[in-house]
Structure formats: structure tokens, C-alpha cells
């Protein structure tokens, strides 16, 4: 099983990557929200990875976060979701936020992913409540939350010290991609330094 990847980006397209490490080219699948964080070709990216193996073929996905990853395998646990369809989901919402709308049985919005009628967003909810419900789960998902409590603390203090609103999401989201561990002092620190160049 291949469960963690680094290595060069040969070639990239939209929920696609070519990841090469000791002289093996990795064809890898990804929701657009992973696509997005990825930096150009030729750089150096390490992936969360799940090995998705048929009769007829073998389909790696690669994920940035682990709590990413552990939502795509419970996705595709539930009777009628494909690795796809897990993709697609994970393509419109960030993890976290799909955690707390299935925790809290919010099937009407589950509907308005492309793919998800009543029933399969019923059956999701029903599957894998319980599941979300744990700790280790929980604690995925309230890393996150500390995670966007840091960026959005870190927006509103560019803004009181004057700076355009949308300059500074776009830095900080920018800063948050190389490092999503940092500190909201930390964050504003390096905005503060990228916004006065």
C-alpha cells in the first residue's frame, strides 16, 4: 500500500499530477482544492496517498491534508459513492466543513453536490455520522478550526491596521499554503513584510 508520496512534479492538469520519485513517474488523482495548493512543475511535493485498486485497474489519489484523506476513505465506504464521486465532493468543500455537516445530519446540503440526490446524501448521513463522531475525527476537525480561527484573526488585524481586505486574504491564503501550522502572529508578521515590499 502506498500511503505517502514525495517526489518532483513532472506534469500537472486539473485534478491530475505526475509525481516522479526514484525514477518512477506517479500518475495521482485529486480533488481541486489539492490541485490548487500545488506549486509548479519541476517542484517538490510530498501527497497523503490511497491506493484504490479494481479488477481492471489501479487509481492512486493524493490528498495535502490527512484529515482530507481519512474523509475521501470514508466517503467511498458508503454504498454507492466511487473514489469519483469522493473527489467531486471533496472538490467543492473543505473536509472539515463536510464533518460538520454530517455530524449535525444537514442532508440538504449534502443534495447540492453534484451527484447527490436525497437518498445517497441520507445514506452518508446515516453511515457515517457515527464515524465523524469520534474523537480522532473530531480532532481532525477541530485542528481546522483552529487553523481558520488563526487566518481569519490574522485578516482582521491587516484590516484594522488599514490594508485592503481581498490584498490581504490573498497574502495570507498564500502564506497558509507553504505553512498551515503557523500562528496568527506569526502570520501577520509575514503579510506585514510581503504587503510593505
Known amino acids: ?3 505517502y508520496l514525495t517526489g518532483k512534479i513532472l506534469e500537472k492538469k486539473p485534478t491530475e499530477v505526475v509525481v516522479e520519485t526514484n525514477s518512477v513517474g506517479f500518475s495521482i488523482f485529486m480533488s481541486m482544492k489539492t490541485f490548487e495548493k500545488l506549486p509548479p512543475v519541476g517542484e517538490i511535493i510530498s501527497l497523503h496517498t490511497e491506493l ?3 479488477e481492471d485497474s489501479l487509481t492512486l489519489y493524493g490528498f495535502f491534508t490527512k484529515s482530507e484523506k481519512e474523509m475521501f476513505i470514508l466517503l467511498t465506504s458508503v454504498n454507492g459513492i466511487g473514489p469519483k464521486s469522493a473527489v467531486t465532493i471533496l472538490s467543492s468543500i473543505d473536509s472539515n466543513e463536510l464533518i460538520e455537516i454530517i ?3 444537514n442532508s440538504s446540503l449534502l443534495q447540492k453536490f453534484p451527484g447527490i440526490g436525497k437518498k445517497t446524501a441520507e445514506r452518508i448521513i446515516l453511515e457515517l455520522r457515527d464515524k465523524v463522531l469520534k474523537d480522532s475525527i473530531l480532532e481532525l476537525s477541530i485542528e481546522g ?3 481558520t480561527f488563526n487566518k481569519n484573526e490574522a ?3 491587516l484590516v484594522i491596521l488599514g490594508y485592503n481586505r481581498v490584498s490581504s486574504e490573498k497574502i495570507i491564503s498564500q ?3 507553504q505553512n498551515s501550522e503557523m500562528s496568527t502572529e506569526d502570520i501577520i508578521k ?3 513584510s510581503k504587503l510593505m515590499k
Open 175 to 177: 502564506i497558509l499554503t
Open 103 to 105: 455530524s449535525t445530519s
Open 145 to 147: 478550526k483552529i487553523k
Open 190 to 192: 509575514i503579510a506585514l
Open 1 to 3: 500500500m502506498i500511503a
Open 155 to 157: 485578516i482582521e488585524a
Open 52 to 54: 484504490i485498486v479494481r
